[in-house]
C-alpha cells in the first residue's frame, strides 16, 4: 500500500510535495493509517484532533490516543473540545451536520493561523461507495453519483484509491493500533446501515465490486465532463451576462428538447433545489420568482432573470444643498450652470433650482407615486404606470431610484425627469443634475 500511495501522489497530487499538511485525526483505523504513511514518505505533517464530547469517556480515549499517538511519533498536534450537542440545538440542525461544520470550520483556522497549505482526510474507496449509495437513494443528479471528490480547494482525500479492508490489512501487517468507535457498529445511521447491510450483499453478488465501481466513477466523471462542456457552449447561445445578472432567453431555451438538464447545470450552483417550481417557471405569468438562499430567479416577459437577492430596500437617502456629488446610493453629480448646454437626456437633467426644497432625497417608487413626464405638456402620470408603458421588468422596477423635493418626484433618475422642475429660458438658478452610473 505504501509504494502504491506514492506511486498515487506522484501521479495525481504530485503538489503536496515538500507542502505543510494538517492531517485529520480521530484515532480510527483509516486516520491512523493516513498517519503513517504520510510520515513514512518523509511530508511535513501536522495532527489535528476534535473531541466533540459525544462519547463522553470514549471520546476522551480517542483524544489521548491520538495525543500519545503525535508524542511517539514526534509530530505537532493541535486539539480542541466542543459542546456539540448544545451547538446543534442552539443552529438547529442535526449533530452530524454540526459536528461537520464545526471540525471544518476549525480546520481552516487552523490552516489560516498556522501558515499550514493543505488539509488531508482519510475518506477511502469505501467512504465513495456510501456516498454514491447515499445520494442514489435520495435522489441526485449526475454530480450526486461520482463520489468523493479527491480535491475540493485545500481539502485533499489521498487514500480514496484504497479500500476499508486495504486499510485495515496495513495496519495489522504493520502492527499499527487505532481505536474503534463504537457508534460504527449501530444501524441507527443510514450510512452505516448501507455499510453494514448493502454494501456486503454488493461485494457478495460482484466480487470485484470495488474495481467496478472505480470503473463506474470513471465512466461517470467523463461522462459529467461532456455535460459541463456542452454546458458551457449553449450557455453562450442561450444566456446573456448582464453585470451581476443572467438573463436566460426563454424562446431559445424551450428549443432545447432537454432543457431542464441545462437549466439545472446552471442553476444549481447557485443554490436552487426547488427544480419542479424551477422548471414550471419557464411557461409561468411574469413576476413570479423563486428564491435560493442568495439569489432569486425571475420570470419575466420572454426571459429568466438570474441576480442577487436583495431584500426590499426602504431606506430613504438625504442630499444636502451645496455638495457637488454623492455616491450613495448612486452616484449624481450636481452642478450650478449659467445656461442649459443641451436638452435633458436620459442621465442629463436641468431643474429650476429656486422650485425644489434641499435635502433633497433618494428612494425607491412608492404605490401611488406621481410625476409631470417632461415632454408630456403636463399630463400628471403614476410612476407605476410610466413603469408599464417603458415595459419594465420587475427587476429594472426595483432597481430604479427617484430624487425627490419633499416628497415630490424630480426625477426617475436615468429615465425621465418631472416637468414641473424643468429649468427653462426664464429660470435664473439652473441646476443641472447627472447620472454618473
Known sequence: MLSKLQTHLTT??????????????????????????????GYNIFIAHCNFGLRGDESDGDEQFVRNYAAEN????????????????DAKVSIQVAARQLRYAWFEELIRDNNLDYLLTAHHLDDSVETFLINFTRGTGLDGLLGIPQQNGNIVRPLLP????????????????????????????????LRHTIVPILKELNPSFADSFVQTLTNLQQAHSLTEDASVLVYREVVTDMEDKKIISIPQLIRLPNYQAYLYQWLSPLGFTAWDDIYDLVSAQPGKFILSQNYRLLKDRDSLIVEPFKEAQDRIYEIANNIDKTTVPIELRFEIIANKEQNATKNIIFVNNELIKFPLFVRKWQEGDYFYPLGMNGQKKKVSKFFKDEKFSLSQKEDTWLLCSENEVIWIVGHRADNRFNADTQTTQILKIEVLQ
Do not use: C, M
Request: no cysteine; proline share 1%.
Open 12 to 41: 495525481q497530487l504530485s503538489f503536496l510535495k515538500d507542502k505543510k499538511l494538517l492531517l485529520a485525526t480521530s484515532g480510527g483505523v483509516d486516520s491512523v493509517v493516513l498517519v503513517h504513511l504520510f510520515k513514512a514518505l
Open 74 to 89: 514526534n509530530i505537532p498536534i493541535f486539539v480542541t473540545h466542543f459542546d456539540t450537542k448544545a451547538l446543534a440545538h
Open 162 to 193: 484504497f479500500t476499508r479492508n486495504d486499510i485495515e490489512a496495513y495496519a495489522k501487517a504493520n502492527n499499527i493500533a487505532w481505536r474503534e468507535d463504537s457508534s460504527n457498529a449501530s444501524d441507527k445511521y443510514l450510512r452505516n446501515k
